[in-house]
């Protein structure tokens, strides 16, 4: 039965729900290979190709109250994460996105804390949009409003990311008692109603169903310019509320991240490094990712503490493990040293 449903994702028909709950049903050890063989397979008829986002964080200084359970990215929150409270200057964000250009990494992700209405995205956007060539994500939850959203598609913002993390609403409201779930639907709608491409993935771990991560995945589909979704572990992070919540098993998020591949052939699949660990970006790409997100390079003038846990790749790392599995990491062309890790120039 699972290779018939493996099958008809090979041959690009769209999978059912009933389908699609089979595959994060099964749990048999060859049954969960075909299914990362197939997603790899996939994702390998578009060049092998891989995605390298780095990432700039604005703020943490957040305005939600209480706090979502499992920040420590916001000020505060916990002393493994940033803990105290910054906003970057603008000649800052300067400084990162243009180390993270120099350094031949093609895209980067600009976020930040709620409480702006988007204004500091729109910095950002600015910011990188007039200084640089990078493709820009912009990530700012739902602190986003018909103008900010305007004025990022103004910029020529590629990308704004709106993760639900999950559309149980029990589970939102428990989690996420400062925000509403709604919000975070409003804004994707908003992105994808001003035509920008549209990110908005899955936290998983944090004790949804799979019926929940089905439903969720059936969701995206209604957002026409949906075309990327991120992947994300549940980690916890010290002396948040959710400190001692198991984190998300790595064959969870293999299995995620090769399920998404099934249904959505086409789009782009991210697994930011902190929430996976640096150590098992491999993983991610074995089940069918094509977007690696916050690389860091060496040269990096700011401190990163990732979001989802403290740690993030470093590019180097990275590409070499991209090549070691044969896949091409998408890389500018520089005029330093990164070449010598004989990385595809773009
Ligand atoms: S997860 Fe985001 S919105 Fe929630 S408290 Fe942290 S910074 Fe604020």
Redesign the pocket.
Known sequence: MINKIIKRALNGQELRKDEVLELFRTRSYEDISNMFEAASEIRNSKNKRIKLTSTVHLT?L???T???K?????AK?SSEGYYHSFSKSEDEILMAVKSVEKAGIPRVSCS????YNGQHAVQAARIVKENTNLELLVNV???LNPESVKKLADFQTDTVCCNMETINIRLFNEL?P??KLKDRLMTCKMVSDEGIELSSGLLIGIGESYYDRVKHLFFLKEFPTLGEVPIMGFNPYLETPMENHPPCSLIEQMKTIAITRLMFNDLRITVPTPTIGPENVKFSLLAGADNVATVIPNNYPLDVKG?GSPTFGNLEEVVNTIKGLGLNPEINRVPFPVTELGITEI
Do not use: L, R
Not at 70 to 74: E, I, P, S, V
């Open positions: 943490n957040c305005k939600i209480p706090k979502c499992y920040c420590g990215f916001a929150t930040g804390a709620h409480g939850g739902s602190d996420k400062g925000e979001v």
